[in-house]
């Protein structure tokens, strides 16, 4: 690879990546708008679900797919599907029309952040990928930032449809880059894949989301539908575990499993995963919905999780040589329940300024204890688990994320449905979650008065303030998990 050429592939890598990445925050901050515009907001979770869920099933195939065809034509395929998906999504004229484009977006998406990595390591010595590595994490972080920001500016001067579509030149200019510029000899290899366990992955998970979402909505738990996804949910994951067994090139290694540093962090990272993903999907809609904020000061409230990331994990790197894994790591947990409790004390002191300090300790508390996390598996492992085992910990992380939106929109849409009834006589509309659409709305357009916009807004508090007491359970547990990992500190030989 000449080295001039270097510098063109990792700019189209770090665009797809971030294109990829400002997905997560970009569009819980034009929700509001959405759902004002296409209602349905008893599916909101599944907007976020969907995406997370197709990205994170599909990135252990699209890592073995391109040692068998090459990098550069399944990161062109994984680009194709992203920006097919983002083009639907702007074009959708109902809730569940956008969950089907957003499966497609995910589709594509889980070939972007094991493709970049790949090609990284392809390109680079041993000695440059520590600081090409750096570039690569700066984008979350940059996109984090953007993602809000961009995304209300978006909804303020813009239809909502923009916020996917701007993604579209941006992904054509990096797959274009990556066709001319990369050059790459291929060997293909015969390796099984294991779209078996993929599968039996998905069907474990997907009857557990629907489940969180529908019940105490449209289902309850006496109903045969509840049991029979109980059922199916059980007998896939039993099937799963046998199928990794046998399996020669398994999509989960369950070996791993039995070291304590890989399932502590592993298990700490999916609880992790929910809070995150739960905060960065739903906390938009509280503070403009509950709190009647402008768009763009909600998305200043979940930018300060960028803020308080990358400087944590900046210490974290330090600390860990003089305090060990576990002190490191405890600092973060305590910062995530610190900065859960914050989000507690919304209901009762309704300022977004609060929201903001709960963010920016969540940040802390991610920066303290994903880079323990990883550190410390990587250091745990052999040298041909290394890169397995850290995806194993990504891919619990964002399974979390998947599955904790679902759970805890699905506890969102029980409470303030439950509140809404039991004010049912005092509103002229229905009292349905999709009353929130008007509340949302706003504007000299809203239909209903200002005594019902009050009853609809206590609504969404009191939901909200379930929804953040979750999230503090799950801080906590976060932090009992932490206290569970050895006080030994990283090798010096560790970069090895």
Known sequence: MKQNKRPFILFAIMLAMFVSAVEATIVATVMPGIVADLGGFSLFSWVFSAYLLMQVMTIPIYGKLSDMYGRKIIFSIGMFFFLVGSLLCGFSTSMEMLIIARLV?????GAVQPMATTI?????????????????????????????????LIVSYFHWAWVF????????????????????????????IDYSGAILLLTAILPVMLLFIQTGISWSWKEPIFWILILISCLSFGLFLRQEKR????????????????????????????????ISSFLPTFVQGALLATPLVAGLTLTVISIGWPLSAMIAGKLMIKLGF?????????????????????????????AGFGSFFIGMGMGFMTTTFIVMIQSNVPWKLRGEATSLNLFMRQLGGSVGVAFLGGLLNFQIKRSLESNQDQLSIEPSLDSISSLLEGGEETTISAFEQGIIQQGLSSGYLLLFS??????????????????????KDLAQ
């Open 120 to 152: 990284v390591g392809d390109i680079y010595t041993k000695e440059e990928r520590a600081n090409i590595q750096g570039y690569l994490s700066s984008v979350w972080g940059i996109s984090a930032v953007a993602g809000p920001l961009l995304g209300a």
């Open 470 to 491: 979750m999230i503090g359970v799950l801080a906590v547990i976060s932090l009992l998990f932490v206290l569970f990992l050895p006080k030994k500190k990283p090798e």
């Open 105 to 109: 977006q995910g589709l594509g998406a």
């Open 326 to 354: 576990r002190k490191t790591a405890l600092i973060g947990g305590i910062s995530f329940v610190i900065g859960s409790a914050w989000y507690s004390l919304l209901h009762f002191l309704p300022y977004p300024l609060l």
């Open 165 to 192: 579509w701007v993604n579209i030149p941006l992904g054509i200019m990096a797959v274009i880059l990556i066709l001319v510029y990369l050059k790459e000899p291929v060997t293909k290899e015969k390796r099984q």
């Open 247 to 278: 399996a020669k090139e398994p999509i989960m290694t369950l070996s791993l499993w039995r070291e304590k540093e890989v399932w502590v962090s592993n298990i700490a990272s999916f609880t992790t995963g929910a809070v995150l993903l739960a």
